[in-house]
């Protein structure tokens, strides 16, 4: 894959037929239970959080969401997520290590959405956060990057 332009690597990356979270999680995981919001401002299509079992084990997974067609990609806010998505993570990611489930984060991301109103509604101060309470956390986390894993 090295002699491959970067170019040519996004444009793999970025193809409409790929498999997406979507089609991995009922592939991976067992018994996935999909959780909703922030508790403070609402849900967010771009980010897919929730419990389910790897081998046996209880999980938590936080996965980004992307879609293969226009309403998937509307839904998802074509892979960008708000500041409610990033807040609705840290909750997922709370609560994992408050029961002692690891976290398994699958990165398909061109960043985050970069409007107006994600910044009216706290979009640098939810990333920030994120990151700052990540690497704090008692719980393994594990990423795997799925496509993009772009930050702007």
């Not at 690597?9 to 922030?38: A, C, Q, S, W």
Request: glycine letters at 10%; aromatic letters at 8%; a neutral charge.
């Amino acid at each position: 894959m090295s002699d491959i332009p970067a170019s040519k690597r996004l444009d793999i990356i970025r193809m409409k037929g790929r498999p997406t979270v979507n089609d991995y999680i009922p592939l991976i995981f067992d018994d996935f239970f999909e959780m909703h919001g922030d508790r403070l401002y609402g849900d967010d299509g771009a980010i897919k959080g929730g419990v389910a079992y790897f081998k046996g084990v209880p999980v938590t997974v936080i996965a980004q969401v992307k879609g293969r067609d226009l309403n998937e990609n509307k839904a998802s806010n074509f892979g960008m997520p708000h500041p409610e998505g990033y807040r609705k993570a840290l909750r997922l990611a709370r609560q994992a290590e408050k029961f002692h489930r690891p976290v398994i984060c699958l990165i398909d991301t061109a960043g985050a959405f970069c409007g107006v109103e994600a910044e009216e509604r706290g979009q640098g101060e939810a990333i920030a956060r994120d990151i700052m309470e990540f690497m704090t956390l008692k719980t393994p986390v594990i990423s795997i990057i799925l496509g993009e894993a772009y930050i702007r």
